[in-house]
């Protein structure tokens, strides 16, 4: 092959290999502009319409297009740049938040428990009060008893000692008056018969004087 003719190819190469990288790079500002659609909209829209106007071209400079790739990919490098911020952030935050909500959370259930507990004591106080109050009053009820119950056992054990005493004295009295009359009669037996065997000797001696009288008168007058 001659000088001229392989110069000639080369040529033809080189351009070649520059369609290509501007075909290559047209696809990668394509796919870059789809990465950017979904990290901003907005701003793709804008970016879409400069690709479109100024860069997808097949006779653009590659220079001009490198450099459009270029911007496209600081753009990208932005936007998540500030969306891992703002994810970075705003997690953060949800995490602070969730954190502070928790705690605020476990301290209202603390709060509620001792609000519980010391309505619980108090009821078990007042409770326990009521139930002293009771036992008191039942103690005081059960003295009282006593106390009544001490203070009619002597009233009525007089009351029945006086009973008895009167019928024990009935029956003493009539005992003593039935006894009485027996001894009485005993003595009078007694006496009666002391007297009749007193009297007996004197009187036989004094019939026999008298008789002895008779007879001795009874002889003189003869």
């Excluded at 006779?59 to 459009?68: A, D, H, M």
């Excluded at 891992?84 to 997690?91: A, D, F, G, Y």
């Amino acid at each position: 092959m001659a000088i001229p003719n392989f110069l000639k190819e080369m040529n033809k190469q080189k351009e070649k290999n520059k369609k290509s990288n501007k075909g290559d790079f047209r696809e990668k500002c394509l796919h870059l502009l789809d990465k950017l659609k979904n990290l901003n909209e907005e701003r793709y829209n804008e970016m879409n319409k400069v690709f479109h106007d100024q860069y997808n071209k097949i006779n653009i400079q590659k220079k001009k297009i490198l450099g459009f790739y270029a911007q496209l990919k600081n753009e990208i490098k932005t936007y998540q740049d500030t969306t891992n911020e703002v994810i970075k952030t705003t997690k953060k935050k949800v995490t602070e938040a969730t954190d502070k909500a928790i705690k605020k959370a476990e301290k209202k259930i603390q709060e509620a428990e001792k609000v519980v507990n010391k309505k619980v004591k108090e009821a078990e106080k007042a409770v326990n009060k009521k139930v002293k109050e009771a036992k008191k009053l039942a103690e005081e009820a059960e003295k009282a008893v006593k106390k009544v119950a001490t203070k009619a056992a002597p009233k009525a054990a007089k009351k029945t000692a006086k009973k008895t005493a009167k019928k024990t004295e009935k029956k003493a009295e009539k005992k003593v008056a039935k006894t009485a009359k027996k001894t009485v009669k005993k003595v009078e037996k007694k006496v009666a018969k002391k007297t009749a065997k007193k009297a007996a000797p004197k009187a036989a001696p004094k019939a026999a004087k008298k008789t002895a009288k008779k007879k001795v008168t009874k002889k003189k007058s003869k």
